[in-house]
């Protein structure tokens, strides 16, 4: 069995003072699940911190958005590993098609970070979708094979809880059309396949979780699919109401 993973991307939402409410909210209402469900919170990099306090001794983690891959130097605004773990994450999200596609992010890139991430004893979410032109050409498979072979070659994934991997269809991503269960399932499925040929066994453990415009009133339906583990939720998770319910329906 594995475990349910839900995680809030707040993407570039929230100054602090809202950063340190919204988490408070959040951490209040989910209490009671958090055995049973992993629940992490991505503020951007500049409310880490009032996040980092609002949510201690809650059983909710810390993650980032995004990290570089070099450990120290002259990297005018990037952010290290060590960086991220200092400022009490234990968690990073990597790969979003928002940095892939707005900040020209390539899969070398995502693999550096990915190597960088973990060496720092972070955990990863690593994010692969196609775009909708893909979707329409039939290319789905193709494109989410090549990103997670790109990501996961080579490998070496003792510990299954530490990567997650979000399956985030790039046309459902805040456009209010989330892919149908089965959709979704499908090509979780196929990533669970592609996974385990790369990394062995280990695959059937490893958490695979749907992105794209997750509410409270489709987490239900995705999570009773085989292979979808949890969900990345972006939108709903700028409300405390609303991802504290996809939270609580995720522990159900
Ligand atoms: P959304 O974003 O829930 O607003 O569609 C999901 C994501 O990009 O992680």
Same mark, same amino acid.
Not at 2 to 22: D, H, I, P, T
Not at 24 to 36: H, K, N, Y
Not at 132 to 139: H, M, S
Not at 219 to 241: N, Q
């Given at each position: 069995?594995?475990?349910?993973?839900?995680?809030?991307?707040?993407?570039?939402?929230?100054?602090?003072?809202?950063?340190?409410?919204?988490?408070?909210?959040?951490?209040?209402?989910?209490?009671?699940?958090?055995?049973?469900?992993?629940?992490?919170?991505?503020?951007?990099?500049?409310?880490?911190?009032?996040?980092?306090?609002?949510?201690?001794?809650t059983g909710i983690r810390l993650g980032a958005q995004d990290v570089f891959w070099e450990e120290r130097g002259p990297y005018t605004g990037e952010i290290s590993p060590a960086?991220?773990?200092?400022?009490?994450?234990?968690? /990073? &999200?990597?790969?979003?098609?928002?940095?892939?596609?707005?900040?020209?992010?390539?899969?070398?890139? %995502?693999?550096?970070?990915?190597? $960088?991430?973990?060496?720092?004893?972070?955990?990863? &979410? %690593?994010?692969?979708?196609?775009?909708?032109?893909?979707?329409?050409? #039939?290319?789905?498979?193709?494109?989410?094979?090549?990103?997670?072979?790109?990501?996961?070659?080579?490998?070496? &994934?003792?510990?299954?809880?530490?990567?997650?991997?979000?399956?985030?269809?790039?046309?459902?991503?805040?456009? #209010?059309?989330?892919?149908?269960?089965?959709?979704?399932?499908?090509?979780?499925?196929?990533?669970?396949?592609?996974?385990?040929?790369?990394? #062995?066994?280990?695959?059937?453990?490893?958490?695979?979780?749907?992105? #794209?415009?997750?509410?409270?009133?489709?987490?239900?339906?995705?999570?009773?699919?085989?292979?979808?583990?949890?969900?990345? /939720?972006?939108? $709903?998770?700028?409300?405390?109401?609303?991802?504290?319910?996809? /939270?609580?329906?995720?522990?159900?």
């Open positions: 069995m594995r475990k349910k993973f839900v995680a809030g991307n707040w993407k570039m939402n929230m100054l602090g003072k809202e950063a340190g409410q919204l988490a408070r909210g959040v951490a209040g209402g989910v209490a009671s699940v958090t055995d049973e469900v992993d629940v992490v919170l991505a503020p951007p990099f500049t409310a880490l911190r009032i996040v980092a306090e609002a949510i201690e001794g960086m991220l773990v200092d400022a009490g994450c234990e968690w /990073v &999200i990597i790969g979003h098609s928002e940095r892939r596609n707005v900040l020209h992010e390539t899969d070398a890139m %995502v693999r550096k970070k990915i190597d $960088a991430a973990l060496a720092e004893g972070l955990r990863v &979410i %690593v994010c692969v979708g196609e775009t909708l032109e893909e979707k329409e050409g #039939g290319e789905t498979v193709t494109v989410v094979d090549g990103q997670v072979e790109s990501a996961l070659s080579g490998l070496e &994934i003792r510990d299954p809880s530490r990567l997650v991997i979000a399956y985030e269809p790039i046309w459902a991503i805040g456009t #209010g059309h989330n892919a149908t269960p089965e959709e979704a399932e499908f090509v979780h499925a196929t990533i669970r396949e592609i996974a385990g040929k790369i990394l #062995g066994g280990v695959a059937d453990r490893i958490r695979i979780v749907y992105g #794209g415009s997750v509410t409270e009133d489709n987490i239900t339906e995705l999570l009773a699919e085989p292979d979808i583990d949890g969900a990345l /939720v972006g939108g $709903a998770s700028l409300r405390a109401d609303a991802m504290t319910s996809i /939270v609580l329906k995720a522990g159900e």
